[in-house]
């Protein structure tokens, strides 16, 4: 047997390194969402088969018929808290790095078997922290979750004037003629999808009022996102406006499918009585895609996700090269490459998601629905509108703002 342990951890670490190996300058990023991907999964299976390990450990145990939902918290809170340190901690030791001679730039790339023992450790001590440090934690990943929302309202709304602009630099026909077809593509496809919200969560024979101010307010922001950006004097355009509508129509649909599983207004779900083995991988599916997409998109972003001295964040004056040839230090930190994208902004992503990722899994903390369900309760509905509402008003002020404030650079 201890022959069998020492073949199977000698294949782990062989793995390990030959996955560290592996990783370059230009996966790194990848990496960094393997490894985020990898902790969401633990957490899961520990919030599924960890309650009867964790009874045992009295420090998290501390009183008697305790309900198997305050491990299942426990257990999430505890892998995400470790996520969290591991990413904040990096987000801290990358602050400043603007070039490709910062031998911190070496770090952010390199050095991943180290990483993954750092994080695997991390993960575990957590564990062994008594239950008010994880208490405290929780009521803070209520604020970072939310932090999280905001960030990725702010990096569609920077993602979608970017592709905007990029398309109408091109000034050809052709491509004015794609920007007004997915427009109206994406406008079509946000009505017809709240009209189908309507079957879905107005069911005939109850009275579902609030359902209906949710999806008719999704209505009424999409055509109000048209107006104001077509109006002769917003420089507005019409595919960020459409992009938007899809999003907060896509967002009152999850919040609405967050509502408990016994209202009769939840239609859609209000048959089910367990959940399946789909319904649990297509909300991880979710919530997995959703980070990716706001980690990566930190690293191709035009505005505030770059350092100043990136590229991409419109630094157009170069380093002069000296004359001197004496000069080889100057000369070698004038040819230093800037980094292309922010790795404290990148890892601070990381950071928020995991706890955004805890309140998905714990129910926001609350066992107020079955442990079986992931992101349901009335919580979750609000925590959706509210940020749909959020989002219309950041993308509304970015096209009123320069009325308002003449003055101020918008960019």
Same mark, same amino acid.
């Given at each position: =047997?201890?022959?069998?342990? +020492?073949?199977? /951890?000698?294949?782990?670490?062989?793995?390990?390194?030959?996955? /560290?190996?592996?990783?370059?300058?230009?996966?790194?990023?990848?990496?960094?969402?393997?490894?985020?991907?990898?902790?969401?999964?633990?957490?899961?299976?520990?919030?599924?088969?960890?309650? #009867?390990?964790? $009874?045992?450990?009295?420090?998290?145990?501390?009183?008697?018929?305790? #309900?198997?939902?305050? !491990?299942?918290?426990?257990?999430?809170?505890?892998?995400?808290?470790?996520? !969290?340190?591991?990413?904040?901690?990096?987000?801290? %030791?990358?602050?400043?790095?603007?070039?490709?001679?910062?031998?911190?730039?070496?770090?952010?790339?390199?050095?991943?078997?180290?990483?993954?023992?750092?994080?695997?450790?991390?993960?575990?001590?957590?564990?062994?922290?008594?239950?008010?440090?994880?208490? *405290?934690?929780?009521?803070?990943? $209520?604020?970072?979750?939310?932090?999280?929302?905001?960030?990725?309202?702010? %990096?569609?709304?920077?993602?979608?004037? +970017?592709?905007?602009?990029?398309?109408?630099?091109?000034?050809?026909? &052709?491509?004015?003629?794609?920007?007004?077809?997915?427009?109206?593509?994406?406008?079509?496809?946000?009505?017809?999808?709240?009209?189908?919200?309507?079957?879905?969560?107005?069911?005939?024979?109850?009275?579902?009022?609030?359902?209906?101010?949710?999806?008719? =307010?999704?209505?009424?922001?999409?055509?109000?996102?048209?107006? *104001?950006?077509?109006?002769?004097?917003?420089?507005?355009?019409?595919?960020?406006?459409?992009?938007?509508?899809?999003?907060?129509?896509?967002?009152?649909?999850?919040?609405?499918?967050?509502? #408990?599983?016994?209202?009769?207004?939840?239609?859609?779900?209000?048959?089910?009585?367990?959940?399946?083995? +789909?319904?649990?991988?297509?909300? =991880?599916?979710?919530?997995?895609?959703?980070?990716?997409?706001?980690?990566?998109?930190?690293?191709?972003?035009?505005?505030?996700?770059?350092? #100043? +001295?990136?590229?991409?964040?419109?630094?157009?004056?170069?380093?002069? $090269?000296?004359?001197?040839?004496?000069?080889?230090?100057? &000369?070698?930190?004038?040819?230093?490459?800037?980094?292309?994208?922010?790795?404290?902004?990148?890892?601070?992503? !990381?950071?928020?998601?995991? =706890?955004?990722?805890?309140?998905?899994?714990?129910?926001?903390?609350?066992?107020?629905?079955?442990?079986?369900? %992931?992101?349901?309760?009335?919580?979750?509905?609000?925590?959706?509108?509210?940020?749909?509402?959020?989002? /219309?008003?950041?993308?509304?002020?970015?096209?009123?703002?320069?009325? %308002?404030?003449?003055?101020?650079?918008?960019?």
């Amino acid at each position: =047997m201890s022959c069998l342990a +020492s073949c199977c /951890a000698s294949l782990t670490c062989g793995l390990c390194t030959s996955v /560290a190996s592996g990783i370059t300058k230009r996966s790194a990023r990848i990496a960094y969402c393997g490894l985020f991907g990898v902790s969401l999964i633990l957490s899961w299976v520990l919030r599924e088969v960890a309650t #009867p390990l964790l $009874k045992h450990l009295s420090w998290i145990n501390t009183s008697d018929n305790l #309900p198997k939902e305050f !491990f299942q918290i426990q257990a999430v809170l505890r892998v995400s808290l470790g996520n !969290f340190l591991f990413f904040g901690i990096l987000a801290l %030791i990358m602050i400043g790095v603007k070039d490709q001679n910062d031998r911190r730039d070496s770090w952010h790339h390199g050095g991943w078997i180290a990483k993954m023992l750092i994080w695997a450790l991390l993960t575990i001590l957590m564990f062994f922290l008594p239950n008010v440090i994880i208490t *405290i934690y929780g009521i803070l990943s $209520k604020f970072g979750a939310g932090l999280f929302l905001l960030v990725q309202v702010i %990096i569609l709304l920077d993602a979608t004037h +970017s592709w905007n602009d990029s398309w109408v630099a091109k000034d050809e026909q &052709k491509w004015y003629v794609a920007l007004l077809v997915i427009s109206v593509v994406c406008y079509l496809a946000a009505f017809t999808f709240s009209g189908i919200l309507f079957i879905w969560f107005n069911p005939s024979g109850h009275d579902c009022g609030l359902n209906v101010f949710f999806i008719v =307010m999704t209505l009424i922001l999409a055509f109000a996102f048209a107006v *104001i950006a077509l109006h002769p004097k917003v420089n507005g355009s019409l595919l960020p406006a459409s992009v938007v509508s899809v999003y907060c129509a896509y967002l009152c649909y999850t919040g609405l499918s967050s509502e #408990p599983r016994g209202y009769e207004c939840n239609g859609l779900h209000k048959k089910a009585k367990a959940v399946t083995t +789909s319904t649990l991988v297509l909300g =991880m599916l979710t919530t997995v895609l959703s980070v990716l997409y706001s980690a990566l998109r930190a690293g191709s972003s035009t505005t505030f996700l770059s350092p #100043p +001295s990136s590229p991409r964040a419109g630094g157009t004056t170069p380093l002069l $090269k000296s004359d001197d040839p004496e000069s080889g230090k100057e &000369k070698k930190e004038a040819e230093a490459r800037p980094v292309s994208y922010s790795y404290t902004f990148f890892h601070l992503i !990381f950071a928020l998601a995991s =706890m955004y990722s805890a309140m998905l899994l714990s129910g926001w903390t609350s066992s107020s629905e079955s442990s079986d369900y %992931i992101d349901v309760g009335w919580t979750s509905v609000w925590v959706r509108i509210c940020t749909e509402w959020v989002t /219309a008003a950041l993308y509304v002020w970015s096209l009123v703002a320069p009325l %308002i404030l003449p003055d101020r650079e918008f960019y």
